[in-house]
């Protein structure tokens, strides 16, 4: 099997690890409201939305790492790359952002 489907692969797998640490339904503390919570478990919680937060970056980051070695593999203009590359860090800032309204980041 060759790199790129080792990647993929492995991609598929963090997908599932994002979508259970990401659900905060699953997290410390989960429908309580702030002050219901105990030190322990704002705590607890405050580490879920961490490890959620650090498993999408990974994911983007894995995801960034496969598109650019199968665009390697091809003679790319360097106007689409810019241009590709200038989408990515667009669509990077907006997940981050929208993770910090969630209360993620």
Do not use: H
């Not at 030190?39 to 995801?63: F, H, M, S």
Request: proline letters at 2%; hydrophobic letters at 35%.
């Amino acid at each position: 099997m060759n790199q790129i489907e080792q990647l993929k692969k492995l991609s598929e797998k963090m997908i599932d690890v994002v979508i259970a640490e990401a659900d905060p339904s699953t997290w410390a503390g989960a429908n309580k409201t702030l002050d219901e919570m105990t030190d322990q478990e704002r705590g607890d919680r405050y580490w879920c939305k961490k490890n959620a937060n650090q498993a999408i970056t990974t994911a983007v980051k894995l995801e960034t790492l496969i598109a650019l070695c199968e665009r390697k593999n091809t003679t790319p203009n360097t106007e689409v790359v810019q241009n590709v590359e200038s989408k990515i860090i667009q669509f990077e800032n907006a997940a981050k952002k929208r993770l910090e309204r969630l209360g993620i980041g």
